[in-house]
């Protein structure tokens, strides 16, 4: 069974930072791809980065180089080092896994994987 458990979500000052924490229970870690996902309140979820299994990362143009993705192996651990935060990355943020199935990549279709709890980031100016 996959479980994806959020931490490290708060607040912040705009031009701060936060990291954000997903620990994966289940033998997926090194087989899926990882990523994360933001929902602000009257808009649709996004995808904000995400890790294939093989080690490729992919970023939002929001993004503009102020996240990192990462991934610690020994503690089955997935992180997302967001800086130079903005009111407008304040969000619920998701974790979430996808294997491959079918043709597609699983970074392709990762919304349609395994989804984490939330955590929430607000930012203010």
């Known amino acids: 069974q996959v479980q994806l458990v959020e931490s490290g979500g708060g607040s912040a000052q705009a031009g701060g930072s936060l990291r954000l924490s997903c620990v994966v229970a289940g033998d997926i870690f090194s087989r899926y791809c990882m990523g994360w996902f933001r929902q602000a309140p009257g808009k649709e979820r996004e995808e904000v980065a995400h890790?294939?299994?093989?080690?490729?990362?992919a970023y939002a143009d929001f993004v503009t180089s102020r996240f990192t993705i990462s991934k610690d192996y020994a503690k089955n651990t997935l992180f997302l080092q967001m800086t130079s935060l903005k009111p407008e990355d304040s969000a619920m943020y998701y974790c979430?896994?996808?294997?491959?199935?079918?043709?597609?990549?699983?970074?392709?279709?990762?919304?349609?994987?395994?989804w984490g709890q939330g955590t929430q980031v607000t930012v203010s100016s």
């Open positions: 979430v896994a996808k294997g491959k199935t079918g043709t597609k990549t699983a970074c392709s279709t990762l919304r349609m994987g395994y």
């Open positions: 890790i294939s299994s093989n080690g490729r990362i």
